[in-house]
């Protein structure tokens, strides 16, 4: 079965940290750009991060610059995403997707064929 599956998520306070997982099956994650999305309440889903294979050319949104990271680990299949100094405006599900390249513009993420999607994971940061 052909799948991407999140984890990682919970309830975390202002300030603190996360990490998401997203691993792939039936696929190779490194033939893919993974992107990373959220979706508040109420909310349109907003494209988070690209990361792309190429070097230079992953892209971030500007809420999330200096405090996101992602990483992957080729031998697990997995992309990481790691969440620093959360804040509540961070609270969305959040989820993972696997593209062939990733947009110039992170916004147009529309705009571009995500073959895998995960579920999405919740994460909410509250006191």
């Known amino acids: 079965q052909l799948q991407l599956v999140e984890s990682g998520g919970g309830l975390v306070q202002p300030g603190g940290s996360l990490r998401l997982s997203c691993t792939a099956s039936g696929f190779t994650l490194d033939a893919y750009d993974i992107g990373w999305f959220r979706q508040a309440p109420g909310k349109g889903r907003e494209g988070v991060i690209c990361d792309s294979r190429r070097e230079g050319e992953s892209s971030y949104a500007d809420s999330v610059k200096g405090r996101f990271i992602v990483s992957r680990d080729n031998a697990k299949n997995t992309v990481y995403l790691e969440m620093n100094s959360l804040n509540p405006e961070d609270t969305a599900v959040y989820y993972c997707?696997?593209?062939?390249?990733?947009?110039?513009?992170?916004?147009?993420?529309?705009?571009?064929?995500?073959?895998?999607w995960g579920q999405g994971t919740q994460v909410t940061v509250s006191t």
């Open positions: 997707a696997a593209t062939r390249i990733c947009p110039v513009v992170l916004a147009n993420w529309e705009l571009y064929e995500y073959e895998y």
